[in-house]
């Protein structure tokens, strides 16, 4: 399976984003999708996920400003909004499929304060 990330770009803290992952197969082939972060020199953090029934789950740091959806197809999405400095990151997509773990490229996010 094939993801890739979009939407990511330098915004004001305070700002939003909509970051999108398109995937080569209909998203209800996933039992779950996710977004990951990740800043230089620091591990992978995980962000949020959206299970095929529709429930949702957000990290702390994120709850209440960011939200995760889809589309019927082969999207899914982050709406990012009052973002701070400390978002900055390469945001990643990310699915379990046939056995193992599939990663977009990312996409960089960049809050200037």
């Known amino acids: 399976v094939q993801l890739v990330e979009s939407g990511g770009g330098l915004v004001q803290a305070g700002g939003s984003l909509r970051l999108s992952c398109a995937a080569s197969l209909n998203i209800f082939s996933f039992t779950a999708m996710h977004w990951y972060r990740q800043v230089p020199g620091r591990e992978r953090e995980y962000v949020a996920a959206?299970?095929?029934?529709?429930?949702t789950r957000y990290t702390d740091s994120v709850q209440g400003r960011f939200t995760i959806s889809r589309d019927t197809k082969n999207t899914l999405y982050l709406q990012m909004n009052s973002l701070k400095p400390e978002d900055t990151a390469t945001y990643y997509c990310?699915?379990?499929?046939?056995?193992?773990?599939?990663w977009g490229q990312g996409t960089q996010v960049t809050v200037s304060s």
């Open positions: 959206m299970a095929s029934n529709g429930v």
């Open positions: 990310k699915v379990f499929y046939r056995g193992r773990d599939h």
